[in-house]
């Protein structure tokens, strides 16, 4: 697989809302609105930074805290 097929793979690099959505946290097809991820931000359900009034992401803590942190029990 060429590097330009492969999934873009998460860095240590802090990122905006738009580069989190396409940086490979979320399944493709199946990533979060960008309202979604607002209001997430909101809630304070992902990580984030602030940089005056800029808010920015970084996709590796936001994939360990989704998978440590955000998992749905099972019904029963």
Same mark, same amino acid.
């Given at each position: 697989? +060429?590097?330009?097929?492969?999934?873009? *793979?998460?860095?240590?690099?802090?990122? +905006? &809302?738009? =580069?989190?959505? $396409?940086?490979?946290?979320?399944?493709? $097809?199946?990533?979060?609105?960008?309202? @979604?991820?607002?209001?997430? @931000? *909101?809630?304070?359900?992902?990580?984030?930074? *602030?940089? =005056?009034?800029?808010?920015?992401?970084?996709?590796?803590?936001?994939?360990?805290? &989704?998978?440590?942190?955000? *998992?749905?029990?099972?019904? $029963?």
């Amino acid at each position: 697989m +060429d590097e330009i097929d492969a999934p873009a *793979k998460p860095t240590n690099q802090l990122t +905006d &809302i738009v =580069g989190l959505r $396409g940086c490979g946290v979320f399944p493709a $097809g199946k990533e979060p609105s960008i309202r @979604t991820l607002r209001e997430w @931000t *909101k809630l304070r359900r992902i990580p984030y930074h *602030k940089v =005056g009034h800029f808010v920015y992401y970084d996709p590796v803590e936001v994939a360990l805290h &989704i998978r440590t942190k955000l *998992k749905v029990p099972p019904r $029963g």
